[in-house]
């Protein structure tokens, strides 16, 4: 996994079409921007679906 540390209006830039911008912090809440196109799926972990991968382990 890649870390990355950001300020607040900094962005962040995912190949050639999708961009995640630092919105700000509330406490232990951080507001993302993303930018992407239209046939990009961008869903919160608690709305995606659990899977197992070969080891038996959730992803």
Do not use: F, W
């Amino acid at each position: 996994m890649l870390v990355l540390t950001r300020k607040k209006n900094q962005k962040i830039y995912i190949g050639h079409s999708i961009v995640i911008t630092h919105l700000g912090c509330d406490g232990q809440t951080v507001k993302l921007g993303i930018q992407a196109p239209p046939q990009v799926m961008i869903l919160r972990e608690e709305l995606t679906p659990m899977t197992k991968d070969t080891n038996g382990g959730a992803k």
